[in-house]
């Protein structure tokens, strides 16, 4: 009787103190049995485009639309002859856009027409980078005087290839990670039974210089100054390991 007494008030001591008695925190971190262990890693390399795009044109007014247009015309022959001689593919000279503005006289009560503006504008594409600068001070000087964005790329072999250098990085800041993290917390890994990626690239800036460079100014054109920098291949990779 005793034994059973004894028995029967440690349980009510252990009711009233889980009721009554202070709050015990308990912190765990646990690997549910099962789950994956997932880790991700960052790759980055830098790449130089090798390839320019530059949108020029040729722009003119007049009060007679037959005749701005053939200025127009032959200018715009003339600017990409000229652009050919350096070596520029016809298939990487693309017509963008061309427009016909009437231009309106509003001071009288009855609208009407005083003249015409004339514009064509061109993409051209320029793989041998070393041409850049030459290309857009020749087309200035041959009757260019519009000169729109430049855009810059790399070839698709050196972007495929960086882009693999950057999977490896990645994949092996994953593997580092996921060892020491294993090791840390005790945790046995098994093989990788997932993997999985995601890119992006940071947009390429060009800085350039473009003084005095459209015609009609009463100068020279000087020379372009074309630098592209570089940008960033950044590959995220996250690799699922068995936990055993």
């Given at each position: 009787m005793k034994k059973i007494g004894a028995v029967v008030t440690f349980f009510i001591l252990l009711f009233a103190f889980a009721k009554w008695?202070?709050?015990?925190?308990?912190?765990?971190?646990?690997?549910?049995?099962?789950?994956?262990?997932?880790?991700?890693g960052e790759g980055k390399v830098s790449v130089t485009p090798d390839i320019a795009k530059v949108t020029i044109g040729i722009q003119e007014n007049g009060s007679s639309l037959k005749t701005v247009q053939n200025s127009v015309n032959a200018k715009s022959k003339n600017l990409t002859d000229t652009i050919k001689k350096l070596g520029v593919a016809e298939s990487d000279?693309?017509?963008v856009s061309y427009n016909?503005?009437?231009?309106?006289?509003?001071?009288?009560?009855?609208?009407?027409?005083?003249?015409?503006?004339v514009s064509t504008n061109y993409e051209v594409k320029?793989?041998?980078?070393?041409?850049?600068?030459?290309v857009l001070t020749a087309a200035t000087s041959s009757g260019a005087n519009t000169v729109g964005a430049i855009s810059f790329e790399v070839n698709e072999e050196t972007k495929s290839k960086k882009l693999q250098e950057a999977r490896e990085k990645a994949v092996s800041v994953a593997k580092e990670k996921a060892q020491g993290l294993a090791k840390a917390a005790g945790i046995a890994l098994?093989?990788?039974i997932n993997v999985s990626e995601s890119q992006s690239g940071n947009e390429i800036r060009p800085m350039y210089a473009t003084k005095d460079m459209a015609?009609?100014?009463?100068?020279?054109?000087?020379?372009?100054?074309?630098q592209p920098g570089e940008t960033d291949i950044t590959v995220t990779i996250s690799l699922s390991y068995e936990v055993r």
């Open positions: 008695g202070p709050a015990v925190n308990f912190n765990t971190t646990t690997q549910p049995k099962g789950e994956p262990f997932i880790v991700s000279i693309k017509t016909v503005y009437p231009q309106y006289d509003y001071n009288d009560s009855v609208q009407k027409i005083t003249g015409y503006q320029v793989k041998d980078f070393d041409k850049v600068n030459d098994g093989k990788v015609v009609g100014s009463g100068t020279s054109p000087v020379p372009a100054n074309i």
